[in-house]
């Protein structure tokens, strides 16, 4: 008799915080201009924890940090992933900011507490009702093996590895086309015709 009561009460406590929530997604909208309220925070961060099968949860990394492989790990992040988390990992671009949820800041320990087969998951699978997008083909995946590796390396980052990702994230045309203009000047070659006509 006493468990089934504590089951209404607990019954009652949910659907009353789902009216609340409901009231406030009225109230304010779904913008993701907004931040997100603790309790949004807190729900995230349970499904993105639920969205990791527990099997794949506990699998290990077949990988050992190495120079090496934090270099390639490195290349990959700047190329691939930057455009959201930046080159330090804290999320602080433009994209990342304007997702819902934010890019998180991995180098805290929301994100470097997971063990490296959540963020295997996380990087290859994807997690739905994010940004996160799931990242190469079906099957293995050396690459989000590695990159789960290099989100342990964030925090210890050098000015110089900073540097090297800054050449290796992605450019539009007109910065690769205002890079090879300075290398012309550079390197004494005439201006092209066209680049003092902005």
Known sequence: MKSWKS???FTGLILV???AL???ILR???SARTPPSAFESLLARGMRRLAVPSADRHRANPFTATPELLAEARHHFADHCAGCHGNDGRGNTTLGESLFPKAPDMRKP????LTDGELYYIIHNGVRFTGMPAWGADGPDDDSW???LFIRHLSQLTQQELAEM????????SEQAEEQEED?????????PHSDQH
């Not at 012309?184 to 092209?192: I, Q, V």
């Open 166 to 173: 800054e050449r290796d994230n992605p450019k539009s045309e």
């Open 17 to 19: 915080l789902l009216i």
């Open 22 to 24: 409901g009231a406030a």
């Open 28 to 30: 304010r909208g779904f």
């Open 146 to 148: 590695k990159l789960a």
């Open 7 to 9: 089951g209404i009460g």
């Open 110 to 113: 929301e994100t470097q507490n």
């Open 184 to 192: 012309d000047f550079l390197n004494g070659k005439p201006a092209h």
